[in-house]
């Protein structure tokens, strides 16, 4: 069977199990389950239907891998696949919307939207199955990229990790912690580094596709097209919830770049406080 069928047949299966999952467990998290896993199995299925003798796959089925490592380890200890680790926006949506309007769009936006996303974000590697051969100087430095753009996002969420643990503790203590949220480390220059780390790595698995094929004009765009706007959609509703719990986010926003890292614009207003 064609590479691609089979992760055709994958995806459909994993939307199935994911939306039956969400209806019998009343969680809407499951695709952030299996975020960091299913990429790792359609990479996985093109490399193998190459035999695992194309240098360029290959490549890229490793970095895919180490990829999905971190984020699963991550993801992992903050609880996510613990009962009851659903994203705390849920509730908040849930309670937003009437029943029938957020079960549609538990059907259809965290289920199969984010679910197609997983799999157009992977299809890079169906063009470098399809053009197989070479592996230059591009290819190494996309990799190189890739690498530290994953050393970029393992930074940014081990300091927000260490952040909201020093956080807990203090309120745990009975003391009010220096910062109700990060604005520290790498979060000085970008409001969600990890952000722009985790969509930055994807452009790059594009980036694989398009030097197999020797073009940029490919279909494959649409997949980190889409990515980063889920991103965007997520940031702007993440960020409304915390401007509505700490109103000097505000001062924050006003100073830091929302995504990509870049210099503050001017200091921070003092009442926010050092993270």
Not at 16 to 33: F, K, Q
Request: aromatic share 14%.
């Amino acid at each position: 069977m064609d590479a691609l069928i089979v992760c055709l047949w994958i995806c459909a299966g994993v939307c199935a199990l994911t939306w039956i999952a969400s209806l019998v467990s009343g969680e809407h998290s499951w695709v952030d389950r299996i975020w960091s896993i299913v990429p790792v199995v359609y990479v996985g299925v093109f490399a193998a239907a190459a035999d695992f003798a194309d240098t360029r796959l290959n490549v890229l089925a490793v970095l895919v891998l180490l990829w999905g490592a971190r984020l699963t380890f991550n993801f992992a200890r903050r609880g996510g696949y613990a009962p009851g680790g659903e994203d705390y926006r849920w509730p908040i949506l849930r309670a937003r919307l009437p029943r029938w309007a957020f079960e549609l769009f538990n059907l259809l936006f965290i289920t199969v939207y984010q679910n197609l996303i997983l799999l157009l974000i992977s299809l890079p590697a169906y063009t470098a199955l399809t053009h197989p051969g070479g592996f230059g100087a591009v290819e190494v430095v996309l990799a190189v990229v890739f690498l530290g753009l994953l050393a970029g996002e393992t930074v940014a969420d081990q300091q927000q990790w260490d952040f909201h643990r020093a956080k807990h503790a203090a309120l745990a203590a009975g003391r009010e912690p220096e910062s109700r949220f990060m604005r520290a480390g790498l979060f000085r220059f970008s409001r969600h580094p990890n952000y722009f780390f985790e969509q930055a790595q994807w452009w790059v698995v594009f980036g694989f596709g398009a030097a197999a094929a020797g073009s940029v004009l490919q279909w494959t765009i649409a997949g980190p097209v889409l990515l980063t706007l889920l991103f965007v959609g997520s940031t702007m509703f993440t960020e409304s919830i915390t401007r509505s719990r700490y109103p000097e986010y505000a001062d924050y926003q006003a100073t830091t770049s929302p995504i990509i890292p870049w210099p503050p614009r001017r200091d921070a207003p003092r009442r926010i406080g050092a993270a």
